[in-house]
């Protein structure tokens, strides 16, 4: 029950973030995009965290939805990977490196039925938390694929971290919260995605159709 409570917290407060950082306003449709479904895909994980790339991967869709797009739920997508393809982890699905024999986007968007794909990896996710200082980092790349045409029409890097001395006893109180949360990194990654969805281009969809 309480971890059923603590992602339904999660969530809110992600999306809490989400709306009130300090964002530019959400550009409107644009009805010229051809890629109106979307999937985002496993993450591929560079990181020792086994958390990290659900909580980024959830923060991923809700960023692409509020731009326009209709994005299949992460579970269907797991489940149609799995059972057609045999696919579980995100670096399964890296194309670009030869040596995985990761099937090309036009395969995997044929299997999800949808005209592009979202690629993440989770390049860096550390939480430090000591007496004296709080060291959080959070890095992810992303990129949006055509599966008709394979073009990358939307790429990005970012990266967000903190550093905070604990000089007072409240700051260590806060540290401890923040080490307890379920996703330790929430503002950073609530940071990092904001600045995503600043750069990736609008989708066609209107709000009668989302």
């Known amino acids: ?10 969530a809110v407060i992600l999306l809490a973030l989400l709306a ?3 964002t530019l306003p959400v550009s409107p449709p644009d009805a010229s995009n051809p890629i109106v479904k979307v999937a985002v895909l496993p993450i591929q994980n560079f990181t ?6 659900v909580w980024v991967r959830s923060g991923i869709g809700e960023m692409v939805r509020d731009k326009h797009y209709i994005v299949i739920p992460n579970d269907q997508v797991d489940q149609m990977l799995k059972e057609k393809m045999g696919v579980t982890l995100g670096g399964q699905l890296d194309y670009t490196n030869p040596a995985t024999g990761a099937p090309s ?29 709080n060291r959080r980092k959070i890095k992810v790349k992303c990129s949006l694929v055509n599966v008709k045409t394979a073009n990358i029409v939307w790429e990005q890097e970012e990266e967000k971290s903190a550093f905070e001395i ?7 109180i806060t540290a401890f919260i ?9 503002e950073e990654t609530a940071a990092v995605i904001n600045k995503m969805k600043d750069e990736i281009p609008s989708g066609p969809v209107t709000a009668a159709k989302e």
């Open 105 to 133: 986007p036009s395969i995997v968007g044929e299997v999800l039925d949808v005209d592009g794909l979202i690629y993440c990896s989770l390049e860096d996710f550390q939480n430090t938390a000591t007496l004296v200082f």
């Open 178 to 186: 923040k080490a307890c949360r379920l996703n330790p990194l929430v």
């Open 1 to 10: 029950m309480f971890k059923k409570m603590s992602s339904c917290s999660l």
């Open 20 to 22: 009130g950082c300090a």
């Open 48 to 53: 020792a965290t086994t958390d990290g790339p």
């Open 166 to 172: 604990n000089a007072r006893p409240e700051d260590l």
